[in-house]
């Protein structure tokens, strides 16, 4: 079985910052990408940002030039550094985790954010 963690969520202002983070941990064979995802309420659960374990990204549109994610393949983790907060980013932020050769997916929990303006 493996856990996934989000962790660093939060309130901040509007032009403001914060870093999440994501962990995954147990019976961990390979990870593949690994991302962030975000739902708001009445709303689709959409991409923020992916990474290969070779570290090609992909970004959310509306995201791009203000969130970078990044890796550490030893620890399992990931993190997404968002810069330039709007209120628009208020969301329930998810960690997938896609492992192995069939391509398995895990989702942690969700870290609350809200950007207040």
């Known amino acids: 079985q493996v856990r996934v963690v989000e962790s660093g969520g939060g309130l901040a202002q509007a032009g403001g910052s914060l870093r999440l983070s994501c962990a995954a941990s147990g019976s961990i064979f390979s990870i593949n990408t690994m991302g962030w995802y975000r739902q708001a309420p009445g709303q689709e659960r959409e991409l923020v940002a992916a990474i290969t374990s070779g570290g090609d990204t992909e970004y959310g549109e509306s995201v791009k030039g203000r969130f970078t994610i990044s890796r550490d393949n030893a620890q399992n983790t990931i993190y997404l550094q968002m810069n330039n907060l709007i209120p628009e980013d208020t969301a329930l932020y998810y960690c997938?985790?896609?492992?192995?050769?069939?391509?398995?997916?895990?989702w942690g929990p969700g870290t609350q954010v809200i950007v207040s303006s």
């Open positions: 997938r985790v896609e492992t192995g050769k069939y391509y398995t997916l895990y």
